[in-house]
């Protein structure tokens, strides 16, 4: 079983985290009347993960 220190760096955890964080935000915004394009959603994600290998938290 791995500890939360293991499945800090795997590329999944941070995948799953930053959709989830995406998606609480995206659903707050349709609460104020606007929406964020999916698009836009999977490319902040990309990138966000493709940050954090190229630093070597991953």
Avoid: R
């Avoid at 999977?42 to 993960?49: K, L, N, P, V």
Wanted: hydrophobic share 55%; aromatic share 12%; proline share 0%.
């Amino acid at each position: 079983m791995k500890t939360f220190k293991e499945k800090i760096k795997t590329y999944s955890f941070w995948t799953g985290l930053s959709a989830s964080v995406v998606l609480l935000v995206n659903a707050i915004a349709k609460c104020f009347g606007f929406s964020i394009d999916d698009q836009l959603i999977e490319d902040i994600i990309m990138s966000i993960c493709g940050v954090l290998v190229a630093l070597g938290f991953v």
